[in-house]
């Protein structure tokens, strides 16, 4: 059961949502369904791998679909309407491309990353095979009127093979425009097979985050959804250090940098006191000044401050120190005794 859930979909329209009498009467004027045709399908069935893109159905109580009635102004598939519902008015554009095919051609040209494309090596293996036999087919055809030819040994016909240019076999001479035009064709699609096998597999992570961004967003229609489906034909030019970096958002950034600029301070704050305590004399100056010179160290490394800032934290730092050490009692041994 618990596999079966995962190949599920989630309808679009809870049936919550459905039996809302506000949700009903939006619903039936643009499906032009009476009320109580209003009802959600069973789940659709998910592709293969992650698919993307989810259509919304409906049908009557009888369970047979019903026909997506006309608009004033035109007519408009149950698909149609999901696309449409999926977008409010305010967002006809999304990063400056219109909806649909330019938002999805935007996101994957936006990264190296996401540009990932079906390789269709199967297909290109198949039309690789009949090209290949076609010209097997025309290099037989043209053995047997050499061979022929050959045989025959007429004063003429020997002439046609030793001769090019010369060569008055009208048959041979079309023969050998198909080969030409086939062997280009061949060789050409060779050396494109050749360059989409050098492409490394997609990985997943990217992979899925488009499929997740399509399935959320709706950019195709559902049978156009489905590009990614085919997962170990999926293929990108190949990076040495795509695969070793990774993506973090800006805000996580800036709340990892205080978290460890929190944690540094505290250090600084905590780590000189026992040794303060520990020594006297001389010793306290030299470690006070030690720890002003990391402090102003770590100021400049992690912080944007200008010089006159690290300045004033630096002495604000040795000062805070410095008070410690008026406060703290002696020890009446320079190295601790």
């Not at 994957?108 to 076609?134: K, P, T, V, Y």
């Not at 040495?240 to 505290?266: D, M, N, P, Q």
Request: glycine share 8%; with cysteine.
């Amino acid at each position: 059961m618990a596999g079966s859930d995962l190949h599920q979909r989630t309808p679009y329209e809870s049936e919550e949502r459905l039996q809302d009498k506000a949700q009903k009467h939006q619903m039936s004027d643009i499906l032009g369904l009476d009320d109580d045709k209003l009802t959600n399908s069973d789940p659709l069935p998910l592709p293969l791998m992650v698919g993307a893109g989810r259509v919304k159905k409906f049908r009557d109580g009888g369970g047979k679909k019903s026909s997506v009635g006309p608009e004033p102004t035109r007519n408009c598939s149950a698909e149609q309407v999901d696309i449409e519902a999926g977008a409010g008015p305010g967002t006809d554009f999304k990063h400056g491309h219109p909806r649909g095919y330019p938002a999805l051609a935007s996101l994957i040209g936006s990264d190296r990353d996401f540009f990932i494309f079906r390789r269709f090596s199967s297909l290109s293996a198949r039309n690789l095979l009949f090209l290949q036999d076609e010209l097997i087919e025309l290099e037989s055809r043209l053995q047997k009127i050499d061979l022929t030819e050959s045989l025959n040994g007429s004063a003429q016909e020997l002439w046609n093979l030793h001769s090019r240019r010369e060569d008055a076999n009208q048959h041979r001479q079309s023969i050998m425009k198909e080969i030409k035009a086939k062997l280009n064709e061949y060789q050409m699609a060779i050396q494109s097979q050749a360059f989409m096998l050098a492409l490394e597999s997609a990985p997943s992570i990217h992979a899925d985050s488009i499929a997740n961004w399509v399935d959320g967003t709706k950019p195709t229609v559902e049978a156009e959804s489905h590009f990614l489906d085919e997962r170990g034909d999926l293929g990108r030019e190949s990076s040495s250090l795509s695969s070793t970096v990774e993506y973090y958002s800006v805000g996580g950034i800036k709340h990892a940098a205080r978290i460890l600029l929190a944690l540094v301070a505290t250090v600084f704050a905590v780590l000189p006191i026992p040794i303060l305590i520990y020594f006297s004399g001389t010793v306290r100056i030299l470690v006070i000044s030690v720890f002003a010179v990391m402090f102003a160290a770590m100021f400049s490394v992690m912080t944007n401050g200008r010089t006159p800032e690290m300045f004033a934290a630096m002495v604000a730092y040795a000062a805070f120190l410095a008070v410690f050490i008026t406060n703290s009692p002696t020890t009446t041994s320079e190295g601790g005794a």
